[in-house]
């Protein structure tokens, strides 16, 4: 009887680029805010997952005490800005070993304040979904600094047969 009958070739349909932007994709439905969810993950060179966030309220707040609207021309006291800590800062304040060198897969491009911190703890490559901001002057000071610091950033696209079979797999799964 032959011994190899039951081994066959085998390999992984999604890369470690898409499985870990399917993470951050996974964390940012944990947000509440109705507008931008956006989700995180720090990786390290074995591609452990080293901490993951979303963007929401400060951790112990009533949530249906704070505004989550998006209009700025009210007091800055009335406007979400001021209470949601970003999925990026989260993940760093969270997490529970050294990021540096490690890579963050985030399903937004981080803005200017997330860049500084994603910076000082000296992570190594920002991989994004969405770069919505990119013509906004916050937008263009966090690729300075990140520029500056050595911090790479790329944008990555997500396969259509991966999201066809995604769909696919929920139809099982749903009744």
């Not at 190594?124 to 520029?147: G, H, M, P, R």
């Not at 911090?151 to 799964?173: P, S």
Request: aromatic fraction near 12%.
């Amino acid at each position: 009887m032959d011994q190899k009958v039951n081994f066959l070739p085998v390999s992984s349909h999604l890369n470690w680029d898409e499985y870990f932007m399917f993470q951050a994709m996974m964390a940012s439905f944990k947000s509440k805010d109705p507008n931008t969810k956006v989700g995180c993950v720090f990786v390290d060179d074995n591609n452990h997952q080293l901490s993951m966030g979303y963007n929401g309220q400060i951790a112990g707040i009533d949530e249906t005490q704070i505004p989550w609207g998006n209009v700025k021309s009210v007091p800055l006291d009335q406007q979400k800005y001021a209470y949601v800590v970003h999925s990026e800062a989260n993940a760093i304040l969270h997490a529970k070993a050294d990021l540096a060198h490690s890579r963050c897969y985030v399903t937004l491009f981080p803005c200017h304040e997330c860049a500084k911190m994603i910076a000082t703890v000296k992570v190594k490559e920002v991989i994004y979904l969405s770069d919505k901001y990119q013509d906004t002057v916050e937008n263009a000071i966090a690729k300075k600094i990140f520029d500056m610091s050595g911090v790479k950033y790329r944008e990555m696209k997500i396969r259509k047969d991966i999201v066809n079979d995604l769909f696919k797999y929920f139809e099982t799964v749903i009744p």
